[in-house]
């Protein structure tokens, strides 16, 4: 029988799925004490680091004229990306 909690990633990939994603926010100069957009993927990233559920990301950043979309997975054998698309109205 398989072992379904073999492909879940651990909280240390987690946090390493998330590494690159605040390294590119703090390059760009995009802080959640500045941006509201921001904050609320903090928090959607500090829930995936901490409790392990997978995050569907959907977040207007009128700021920027742009959305903040993607995925945090889980599992280990599924990518997990974010990106900025332009905001379509």
């Not at 990939?13 to 590119?24: D, G, T």
């Not at 599992?75 to 332009?86: C, D, L």
């Amino acid at each position: 029988m398989k072992d379904e909690l073999a492909s879940d990633r651990t909280k240390a990939e987690r946090q390493a799925q998330v590494k690159p994603i605040l390294e590119k926010l703090s390059e760009l100069k995009l802080y959640a004490s500045k941006f509201a957009a921001i904050k609320e993927l903090m928090l959607q990233i500090q829930d995936y680091v901490k409790n392990g559920e997978a995050q569907h990301v959907n977040i207007v950043f009128p700021e920027f004229g742009r959305r903040i979309k993607g995925t945090l997975e889980t599992n280990r054998h599924v990518e997990s990306s974010i990106k900025m698309t332009e905001l379509v109205t």
